[in-house]
């Protein structure tokens, strides 16, 4: 039945046939191109194990001088409101309001001297969820507007899906910059369009209407299969979009029958008081959404949240809304990850996309700043604990150890076993690397 | 217009005049939305909706699927399709309705009509 033609890797046949010979130099995943990639990581020394990533995205830009790499001694000007306090590692402080994620301290490191020249939303965007910082021509207002593959979707090609889960999901919405560009349709995420803190949340469109009774829905997939069989021209084969639907179309089938994903997308089956700990707001349960779906086998979760643009009365509004949001979600993120014995297998990666003035301006807010920040990462093999590199006196600029959004992709994926130095070829064959000639944050390992 | 079903489709945001605003990349979202959507499946059963009146006043099953092909592909189907749908409505006399919701929905969710129509 021409629905149902997976073989048990999980694997579409049809994505090799239709990208021709292109497929064959080094796009997609074979058995043999992944038998070849654990090898080498083997001899690398690396254990290889299955990671799986929590990409937290705090859109518009989290202030990391006021939460992660506060500056005391700076002058009033630069200081802001918060005080910086211990955490449980010693010689590690966090702003004073943080203080369920200082208690984890432990299993997160920090970059503070994480750096990109653009100040801007869009490209700056671009760059923090791909490593690529985008060309000429780059409109932030498409949606995707991606000049090169997130991720997530660089994870879907070279490690493939699992437990019949899509690899790379998106939740609450879509940024963007999260699409797959040249990689297609199969390496496009599955967007979860709803807020997970919704009351009545669920996934939509995933069930058929409760009115239509189950055999009339096999009635139907009959019937579709035997007239789609007329549809298939030789200009319908020939076409890129209309494959992508046919690739959807198999996804979406699979998607509904699958009991892993069904039990992944049911939050209402999590305990309430875990549900009230992670926070009962859109970025709380969204984290708690992205550790269901990692239990059930999705590669990569890209969390979307809004808003941390913060360009006026930034410390009040941090203090009021946000850090409310960000302490519990990480905190209990961290800590949830770590008692299911998950956390070496789940790597959390939280940043915006750029941090914010260390000059405060003069609406008692922060601009944008992408000459120095902090990034928070955990999990999957990175040793907590650690802070690596420092920012200068007001941390307006890295006084050690640059490291950029090409580093943080490149070491991503080495965690995740997957070689950083890849390329991939474009329909045109052209060998792009997937990590953008980044370096491994060994500091972190 | 807060439409999920054209923010779904890729409605342009109309931040600029550029036609490269319009998303032409298809979805798994979407092919779910055709598939399972609640509206779509109210206006299939709508009494007064078109498969409705179809049914009412179109007794002969060829013609009903004619019909539904011209509807939806605005082609009449070719001889091997007519039969394969024909043969899908006889098997349930007793819920021609029915039979031809199956058909319009079935129809609306081939690559044909997601991609052409």
Not at chain 1, 116 to 145: I, K, W
Not at chain 1, 177 to 190: R, V
Not at chain 2, 29 to 44: F, G, R, T, W, Y
Not at chain 2, 104 to 110: D, L, Q
Request: proline content about 6%; glycine content about 8%.
């Amino acid at each position: 039945m021409s629905l149902n033609s997976r073989y048990c890797d999980g694997i579409e046949r049809r994505d090799f046939l239709r990208l021709g010979t292109a497929g064959l130099l080094g796009m997609g995943m074979s058995l043999a191109g992944l038998l070849e990639a654990r090898t080498k990581a083997a001899e690398r020394g690396k254990a290889v194990k299955d990671v799986s990533l929590i990409f937290v995205f705090l859109h518009g830009g989290l202030s990391t001088i006021d939460s992660w790499d506060l500056k005391p001694d700076a002058p009033n000007e630069f200081r802001g409101d918060f005080k910086p306090a211990s955490t449980k590692v010693p010689g590690i402080q966090i702003a004073d309001l943080l203080s369920k994620q200082s208690q984890q301290m432990d299993k997160f490191a920090l970059i503070r001297s994480f750096r990109h020249h653009n100040s801007d939303h869009g490209p700056a965007d671009h760059y923090l969820l791909t490593g690529y910082f985008p060309q000429a021509g780059f409109n932030p207002g498409q949606a995707p507007n991606n000049h090169r593959p997130a991720h997530g979707a660089i994870i879907a090609r070279k490690l493939g899906a699992r437990n019949s889960v899509p690899p790379y999901v998106c939740l609450p919405k879509m940024h963007a910059s999260a699409g797959p560009a040249y990689l297609g349709a199969s390496c496009a995420p599955f967007v979860i369009d709803a807020d997970p803190n919704a009351q009545r949340f669920s996934v939509p469109d995933i069930l058929p209407p409760p009115a239509l009774a189950a055999s009339r829905l096999d009635d139907r997939k009959r019937l579709l299969a035997s007239i789609d069989r007329f549809q298939k021209s030789a200009e319908v084969k020939a076409n890129r979009g209309a494959q992508a639907v046919n690739v959807f179309q198999q996804k979406a089938f699979a998607l509904m029958t699958s009991p892993a994903a069904k039990k992944a997308f049911d939050i209402h089956a999590e305990a309430e008081k875990l549900r009230d700990e992670y926070g009962r707001n859109s970025l709380g349960q969204s984290c708690l959404m992205a550790r269901r779906m990692v239990e059930a086998g999705v590669r990569c979760v890209t969390i979307d949240h809004i808003n941390w643009d913060t360009h006026s009365d930034n410390c009040g509004t941090l203090k009021r809304d946000l850090f409310p949001m960000l302490d519990p979600a990480m905190g209990t993120l961290f800590r949830d990850l770590a008692e299911r014995g998950m956390l070496d297998s789940t790597l959390v990666v939280v940043t915006g996309e750029f941090g914010r003035t260390p000059r405060i301006n003069g609406d008692a807010g922060r601009d944008h700043w992408g000459p120095c920040f902090t990034v928070a990462l955990g999990g999957g093999g990175i040793q907590g604990g650690r802070v690596v590199g420092k920012s200068d006196a007001r941390a307006e600029r890295p006084a050690s150890d640059p490291y950029g959004p090409e580093d943080l992709a490149a070491t991503m994926y080495h965690l995740m076993g997957i070689d950083p130095d890849d390329e991939f070829f474009t329909p045109e064959g052209r060998p792009i690397k997937i990590a953008n000639n980044g370096k491994i944050v060994h500091e972190l390992l | 217009m807060q439409h999920y079903f054209l923010k779904l489709f890729g409605r342009p945001m109309r931040a600029t005049a550029c036609e490269c605003e319009r998303v032409g990349e298809p979805s798994v979202a979407q092919v779910l939305h055709i598939l399972n959507s609640p509206d779509i499946h109210e206006k299939l059963v709508h009494e007064g909706g078109n498969v409705g009146r179809w049914v009412r006043t179109i007794p002969a099953d060829d013609k009903l699927v004619e019909e539904i092909y011209l509807t939806f592909y605005s082609r009449l189907p070719a001889n091997k399709e007519k039969e394969v749908a024909v043969e899908f409505l006889r098997r349930r006399p007793n819920q021609r309705r029915q039979a031809a919701e199956d058909l319009a929905w079935t129809v609306m969710n081939t690559l044909e009509f997601i991609f052409n129509h």
